[in-house]
Nanobody, 121 residues
Framework: QLQASGGGLVEPGGSLRLSCAAS????????IGWFRQAPGKEREGVSC???????ATYGDSVKGRFTTARDGAKTVSLQMNSLKPEDTAVYYC?????????????????WGQGTQVTVSS
């Protein structure tokens, strides 16, 4: 089971740190993706991280502002800086077995519940 947490309300230009925690297993042999879905829009791939020695993959809209990292055997984080109103969405983490990364939701089998991020003044 995966659980995303850390969402909230933040002003434009602010930062938030999301966490994705696994229960019952470790994330060592999984690639972890972050996705988001804004109201009325399709789910969008935000980032994907595989092994520790491989650079993470990011969607064009978040490159240079968001950073994903493995924080331990059971946790992956998403550090979001310079947040914009268009970053407002429900954020989900997802896992897929193996070392390949994708920003496509159909490549991920295990999903956590989302956490709401709202960027507004």
């Amino acid at each position: 089971q995966l659980q995303a947490s850390g969402g909230g309300l933040v002003e434009p230009g602010g930062s938030l740190r999301l966490s994705c925690a696994a229960s019952g297993f470790t994330l060592d042999y999984y690639s972890i993706g972050w996705f988001r879905q804004a109201p009325g829009k399709e789910r969008e791939g935000v980032s994907c991280i595989t092994s520790r020695d491989t650079p993470a993959t990011y969607g064009d809209s978040v490159k240079g502002r968001f950073t994903t990292a493995r924080d331990g055997a059971k946790t992956v984080s998403l550090q979001m800086n310079s947040l914009k109103p268009e970053d407002t969405a429900v954020y989900y983490c997802a896992a897929r077995a193996g070392r390949l990364c994708f920003l496509r939701q159909d490549k991920f089998a295990l999903w956590g519940q989302g956490t709401q991020v709202t960027v507004s003044s």
